[in-house]
């Protein structure tokens, strides 16, 4: 499988989350081929405007670029970060030069925070509709008039812009750019190594209806799990989630495995056991406690079905980490 290509720009004064956010989601993307075991998706470079080393605003992380803006190879995905340095004149001026006249060779481009600033000065948003940090939308829609501003969204796409808001909704942007690529089953494993929500609840206001991200079935399950794996102790059958997805259980079943590969039963089974795992490490927790905290009916079926998925049983994964056993 050729590997996609993602330029993450950085410059002096970059906010240092929003490199390494995405690079983290890009670089745990990994799929199965051919028998030959995970095989990344993507190829994560580091792009600065010279080839000296640059450094983060806030917590003055120094970063070594492995291209610059004159040597960047070809990109499947360029993500511009945010950082107060962006703002900059001259380094703004420098960004937005290099953005506009490499865009017709690049398949999309994305924004994380404030990186909008570099991406409008390119002309390429006017008539737009991007979202940014909250805390920056006035400043940035009375410098970029002909761009129009949605400060609710976590991230949206325009066209093949994609523009996020601050820091952590970087993350939820690369997630939506993998499942674009790879589909939701990949997604959700990223997700689930980063400790992170696929598609954050609260709203849809992140999924911004008038400018569609193409939405199919399996994006509809990614959701149903984001709101699944914040209510693991409700009722969680094949019945009460074809419900919730407004299906028969019937078609919910067929269209759930098609979408990652496995029933429902043993996708939720699997779901309350990572749960579980770490709640079991937790000071002040108890078998009894974790079984009912995660959903399971009692703390009989929650040991066996702990100890057929990790061969050892409950109370010895916590001797493990020295923890009490009750």
């Known amino acids: 499988m050729k590997l996609k290509r993602i330029g993450l720009l950085g410059f002096d004064g970059v906010q ?12 745990a ?10 095989q990344r998706c993507y190829e994560v470079i580091v792009i600065g405007l010279t080839s000296k080393p640059f450094v983060s605003a806030d917590c003055h992380l120094i970063y070594k670029p492995h291209k610059t803006i ?26 937005s030069n290099w953005v506009k006249s490499s865009a017709n060779h690049i398949r999309r481009i994305a924004t994380v925070c404030t990186g909008t600033y570099g991406l409008a000065a390119t002309g390429l948003l006017d008539g737009r509709t991007v979202t940014t940090h909250w805390r920056n939308a006035r400043d940035f829609a009375a410098r970029f008039p002909k761009v129009k501003v949605d400060p609710n969204a976590l991230y949206l796409k325009d066209g093949n812009f994609y523009t996020s808001a601050g820091l952590t909704a970087g993350i939820d942007l690369s997630l939506a750019l993998i499942e674009e690529d ?7 494993a990223v997700a ?11 709203g849809q206001e992140q999924y911004s209806e008038p400018l569609k991200f ?10 149903l799990v984001g709101w699944m ?18 299906l028969g259980p019937r078609q919910f079943s067929r269209r759930f495995k ?29 078998i009894e406690s974790v079984a009912a905290s995660v959903g399971f009916k009692s703390a009989d079926v929650f040991r066996r079905a702990f100890e057929r998925r990790y061969g050892l049983t409950p109370g010895s994964y916590r001797k493990r980490f020295n923890l009490r056993s009750k």
Request: aromatic residues 6%.
């Open 29 to 38: 993307a990994t799929v199965e081929e051919n028998g030959d075991g995970p």
């Open 258 to 286: 098609n979408g990652f590969g496995t029933t429902p039963g043993a996708f939720v089974e699997n779901l309350r056991l990572d749960e579980a795992r770490q709640r079991l490490t937790m000071p002040n927790q108890n």
């Open 70 to 95: 004159h040597t960047a190879p070809p990109l499947d995905t360029l993500i511009i970060a945010g950082g107060p340095g962006l703002r900059e004149p001259e380094t703004n001026a420098k960004v």
């Open 16 to 27: 240092a989350l929003d490199l390494t956010g995405p690079a983290e989601a890009f670089a």
């Open 214 to 223: 193409q939405i199919s079935s399996s994006d509809a399950f990614a959701e």
């Open 192 to 202: 689930r190594e980063l400790v992170v929500y696929l598609k954050r609840p609260g």
């Open 229 to 246: 794996t914040g209510h693991l102790h409700h009722d969680l059958s094949v019945e009460a989630l074809a419900a919730k997805a407004y």
């Open 182 to 188: 790879f589909g939701s089953r990949v997604a959700l």
